[in-house]
Every structure is written in structure tokens, then in C-alpha cells.
């Protein structure tokens, strides 16, 4: 929704961000912590980050390089949110959904390739029954939004029935945002990009965001 829709609003869209993120719906410690062992991937599980994050080893296994680089970018995107939280920053709400989405747009066609179907319905169930809190669990809420603007497949719905509620107030919040959403992923990317972490972004990550920058 639009600024003009007023406070109340933003408020009720996060409130329910947050809720989806599991902060009152699920237990801290039904999680484990999750890294991936093979050291030619990217690593971003908690030996650097301890907290837990999305990336799955099982899912690392049987979906590979592409799920994995998935999943790093997320987890950073989310942590650049978390770093610049609270101090005055001046990026949309949502932003790191967006970014997300603009991720999943440029590397995956699930219309077009249906056998990708399959790695984001693991994705999904993978944080809603695992933690949905941890680091780069925006990218259900991406898979979603993606879903409802008509450019994912309907068939992905399935893998959210377990859904409480659906976070109708941020599709709504996040339609501004793709009004020009060429020049929103790119000033969006440069601000990550421009964001110190330590650890640092990972390799694939920062040479996705630059791609972005172009």
C-alpha cells in the first residue's frame, strides 16, 4: 500500500510479517542449527553467523549449486536488513523481499521449467516446518508474493497450506515498489552492496548484486 494508506497500516503489515516469521507461532527451540559440510560451497551456517539460517544440507545435496547460491543470497539480504534495522534506514518496507524476488526472477522460470517446482515447494516446507525465523526465511514470503503477481506458478500454493494467515498487507505494501522495479532493484542492490558485514557477503552473492547494479 501506498505511504497515504497511513501508520496503521504499516503497523498491521508488520505485525503480520513478523508473525509469519514464526516470533509467536513457533517454539525458539524446535530448530537445529543448519550449515552446509561441503567446503566448495558457500558456507553461511551458524560457525560464522551463530544463528541459525535457511540453508539446508539436504536440500544443498539434491538440488546443488543453484539452490545453494539461492539460499546464500537470501540469508545475506537478510542479514544486511537486520544490520541496518532501526537506524533511520530509509528503504521500503519489504525491500528484502523484493530483492529476493528480483533474485528469483532472473535465475529461475518455474513456468517454464516445471521441474523447479519442486525446489521451492522443499524451500518452503523446509522453513515452515523447520525455523521461521531464521536468516533468509523472507524467501517464502517471496515465492508468495511471486505466486500472487501471477509470475510463479498457482501449483506452488500448495506448499503454503500450513499457513496460518496470508500476508496480504505485504503483497500490498510491496506493489510500489515494482511500479519501477528496474530502478528499485538496482538502488536496492547498491545499498547492500555498500553494507559492511562480518562476516562479509558471500562470492556469488556480491557478484549477483553487482549484476543487478548494471
Avoid at 547460491?69 to 528503504?91: C, S, W
Avoid at 521441474?115 to 526465511?137: N, Q, R, Y
Wanted: net charge negative; proline share 8%; hydrophobic share 40%.
Amino acid at each position: 500500500m501506498h505511504a497515504t494508506d497511513g501508520v496503521s497500516t504499516r503497523a498491521r503489515a508488520d505485525a503480520d510479517l513478523e508473525a509469519q516469521r514464526g516470533a509467536d507461532l513457533f517454539d525458539d527451540d524446535r530448530g537445529k542449527l543448519r550449515h552446509v559440510t561441503n567446503e566448495s560451497l558457500p558456507q553461511a551456517g551458524p560457525s560464522k553467523l551463530g544463528a541459525p539460517t535457511i540453508m539446508d544440507p539436504a536440500l544443498a545435496a539434491q538440488h546443488g549449486v543453484a539452490y545453494v547460491q539461492l539460499a546464500a543470497f537470501a540469508i545475506d539480504v537478510d542479514r544486511v536488513r537486520e544490520h541496518v534495522e532501526g537506524y533511520d534506514d530509509p528503504r521500503p518496507f519489504g525491500w528484502e523481499v523484493f530483492l529476493t524476488e528480483a533474485y528469483l526472477l532472473e535465475r529461475f522460470d518455474p513456468n517454464r521449467r516445471p521441474e523447479e517446482v519442486v525446489i521451492f515447494e522443499d524451500i518452503v516446507l523446509g522453513i515452515i516446518e523447520g525455523e521461521p525465523s531464521a536468516f533468509g526465511a523472507q524467501i517464502i514470503f517471496a515465492i508468495w508474493d511471486l505466486i500472487e503477481r501471477g509470475r510463479f506458478p498457482k501449483r506452488l500454493e500448495g506448499a503454503f497450506s500450513s499457513w496460518p494467515s496470508r500476508p496480504d498487507e505485504l503483497v500490498a505494501e510491496l506493489t510500489p515498489l515494482f511500479e519501477d522495479e528496474a530502478a528499485q532493484r538496482r538502488e536496492l542492490a547498491r545499498a547492500c552492496l555498500d553494507t559492511e558485514l562480518d562476516p562479509p557477503l558471500a562470492p556469488p552473492t556480491v557478484a549477483a548484486l553487482r549484476g543487478m547494479t548494471d
